[in-house]
């Protein structure tokens, strides 16, 4: 089973930055997209960005969309989100995963919180 270990997460203020770290122990593959979900308090799991080896290569959610980075090291099957200009409703834990998603290989996720 694909086990997911998030880290980076923390208390930032408003317009701060943050980088993610996502190891995964799957060797990265490129039969599908690796990407950042998140779950803000209270609400739903949501996509945040995905990494994909085809043509445009990353994809963003809207909200996100000019203010966070998805990269990927396929040789330390480690993923990345850089997160900048940081705003109160980027509040949430962060997960990585896959798509199509592979619900045994969520982590625990890694919370960041963003404070005005």
């Known amino acids: 089973q694909v086990q997911s270990v998030e880290s980076g997460g923390g208390l930032v203020q408003v317009g701060d930055s943050l980088t993610l770290s996502c190891v995964t122990s799957?060797?990265?593959?490129?039969?599908?997209?690796s990407a950042w979900f998140r779950q803000p308090p209270g609400k739903e799991r949501e996509f945040v960005a995905g990494?994909?080896?085809?043509?445009?290569?990353?994809y963003y959610a809207e909200p996100v969309k000019g203010r966070f980075i998805i990269s990927r090291d396929v040789a330390k099957n480690t993923l990345f989100l850089e997160m900048n200009s940081l705003k109160p409703e980027d509040t949430a834990v962060y997960y990585c995963?896959?798509?199509?998603?592979?619900?045994?290989?969520w982590g625990q996720g890694t919370q960041v919180t963003v404070s005005s």
């Open positions: 799957e060797r990265t593959s490129r039969s599908y997209t």
């Open positions: 995963n896959r798509i199509p998603v592979d619900p045994g290989a």
């Open positions: 990494f994909t080896y085809s043509a445009p290569y990353t």
